[in-house]
């Protein structure tokens, strides 16, 4: 099976702008999470996603938002960017969305705030 | 709020040597998992093994195994043998159910580990 690709794998934006990343999960799983990793923050959830619906959001502003589609591939959008939201960006699929699922991670993508 | 603390950002250790790396976590809940990831310099987390609260047996996975202590709320890692492809940042990650639905994943800041050849 594939794992989880994340598109793109790098991003430069300026401030102000808005950016949006995809995540295909794996195939069969329907849980997708986002995470936000800094070296201040470390690794920071943003929220997770289970048949197209939000089950669970991190303290993250509204700038940042998401979705998935009924494929179970999901998107994170970021509006008006600052230059704190520089970091990489981790999406995580397991198969259903319980607490002892498994979550697999993509390779991320690093956006970079100027 | 739940918290994970893993209080060696750096450890380092000879081949083929074993290392422990450390991580407390604080909760009042009955019901969670616990998780090692490691990240190595390509950036891809991947799971190395995972733990059952309810399960007092230690989780093993081949040169990997954890010492769970619930009542102390401690959950560190041991790697023997170490390889030098072991070398990575390690995560500590918790993982409960609470509020019906509302898993949460909390990962604790990492370890940096140096395997030295």
């Known amino acids: 099976k594939a794992g989880v690709t994340q598109t793109p794998r790098y991003l430069i934006k300026t401030r102000g702008q808005q950016v949006t990343l995809s995540c295909s999960p794996i195939?069969?799983?329907?849980?997708v999470s986002w995470y936000q990793q800094t070296p201040g923050q470390g690794l920071q959830f943003l929220f997770e996603?289970?048949?197209?619906?939000?089950?669970n959001k991190g303290n993250f502003p509204g700038r940042f938002s998401g979705r998935q589609f009924s494929n179970s591939r999901s998107e994170m959008n970021v509006s008006t960017l600052e230059l704190g939201d520089s970091a990489l960006y981790l999406c995580?699929?397991?198969?259903?969305?319980?607490?002892?699922?498994?979550?697999?991670f993509g390779p991320g993508t690093r956006l970079t705030v100027l | 709020a739940q918290t994970v603390t893993q209080s060696q950002p750096e450890m380092s250790v000879q081949e083929a040597e074993t290392v422990t790396l450390s991580c407390t976590y604080d909760?009042?809940?009955?019901?969670?998992?616990l998780f090692w990831y490691k990240q190595p310099p390509s950036r891809q987390m991947i799971l190395v093994i995972r733990?059952?609260?309810?399960?007092?047996q230690n989780a093993t996975e081949n040169r990997f195994s954890v010492n769970f202590q619930k009542a102390a709320k401690s959950f560190s890692l041991k790697i023997s043998d170490s390889q030098l492809g072991d070398a990575a940042m390690y995560f500590c990650?918790?993982?409960?159910?609470?509020?019906?639905?509302?898993?949460?994943?909390?990962f604790g800041k990492g370890t940096l580990l140096t395997v030295n050849p």
């Open positions: 995580a699929s397991s198969l259903e969305a319980a607490v002892w699922d498994t979550q697999y």
């Open positions: 990650a918790y993982r409960q159910r609470s509020g019906g639905s509302n898993y949460k994943l909390t």
């Open positions: 996603y289970f048949s197209e619906t939000q089950r």
């Open positions: 195939s069969g799983h329907r849980s």
């Open positions: 909760t009042s809940e009955s019901d969670y998992y």
């Open positions: 733990q059952e609260a309810y399960k007092q």
